[in-house]
């Protein structure tokens, strides 16, 4: 049978309040928490963006799942806010989790889906019996400068 055998997740630590971001859009605060539904939203360190946090996440779904990182065989990120506009987060990725170097990596754009676009090629994969385990992962931070559309 194929499915999920484990998943992680990683939120960065720092707030901001949304009474800061309407301050700095020249909104109105209540205005966005009624249409935002939140209070608050996550904010990457300094040292933090979507590779760090996708490193997090993948590292807790092997804890989790107790998986020998050599036994994955493919590593995808869904991304809109890659840090290099040429390099595959996936590759770094791969290579902080110490997997093997036989891994298959890529990174797919595909607006607010690109992360579950991950999954269901890991489980194509999986079913297949092409790999053993793989990871479907989905992480991104804010690009949004006040006034972008």
């Known amino acids: 049978m194929t499915g999920i055998v484990g998943y992680g997740c990683y ?3 720092r707030r901001i309040k949304v009474e800061e971001i ?3 859009w020249g909104e109105n605060a209540e205005t966005l928490k009624n249409g ?3 209070r608050e939203k ?3 360190a300094k040292d933090e963006d979507s590779v760090t946090i996708a490193y997090e996440a993948a590292r807790n779904a092997l804890k989790r799942a107790e998986i020998d990182p050599q036994e ?3 590593v995808y990120i869904g991304s809109e806010s890659k840090p290099y506009a040429v390099k595959p987060s996936a590759t ?3 290579d902080a989790l110490g997997i093997t170097p036989a891994v298959h990596v890529a990174d797919y754009e595909f607006a607010c889906k690109a992360g579950s676009e991950t999954v269901f090629v890991v489980y194509g994969l999986v079913k ?6 793989g990871l479907g992962i989905g992480s991104d931070t804010s690009q949004g400068a006040p006034k972008d559309p």
Do not use: N
């Not at 297949?128 to 385990?133: D, L, V």
């Open 92 to 94: 770094i990725v791969a």
């Open 11 to 13: 939120v960065p630590k």
């Open 128 to 133: 297949s019996g092409e790999i053993k385990y």
């Open 42 to 44: 996550t904010v990457p």
């Open 22 to 24: 309407a301050a700095q």
């Open 72 to 74: 994955i065989g493919a």
């Open 36 to 38: 935002l539904l939140v």
